[in-house]
Nanobody, 121 residues
């Protein structure tokens, strides 16, 4: 069973940093892509970043390019999202999910509880 658990969220001032973690189990990391998503109050969930397990290729939404960095530790089955220069508009619940590839809207398993990121101005 595909399971992913997010952690690392918190309250930070604008300009600050946070590192989110996504601990995965139930599948072989190399065969999947892991994406980070976020959902702000009253808005739809949006893709933030993605990493392809097979070769480490990464993708970013324009809104976070240059500020966020996705990485993975395949030995630990964990994906990280380093978030720097945070802005109030980054405030959201952040989720991770396993996908067939970074361009797919399909996710394996179900959405977890996510981790709340709040950026104060």
């Amino acid at each position: 069973e595909v399971q992913l658990v997010e952690s690392g969220g918190g309250l930070v001032q604008a300009g600050g940093s946070l590192r989110l973690s996504c601990a995965a189990s139930g599948f072989t990391f190399d065969d999947y892509a892991i994406g980070w998503f976020r959902q702000a109050p009253g808005k739809e969930r949006e893709g933030v970043s993605c990493i392809r397990g097979s070769d480490g290729s990464t993708y970013y939404a324009d809104s976070v390019k240059g500020r966020f960095t996705i990485s993975s530790d395949n030995a630990k089955n964990t994906v990280y999202l380093q978030m720097n220069s945070l802005k109030p508009e980054d405030t959201a619940v952040y989720y991770c999910a396993a996908r067939p590839h970074c361009g797919s809207s399909f996710i394996f398993g179900s959405w977890g509880q996510g981790t709340q990121v709040t950026v104060s101005s």
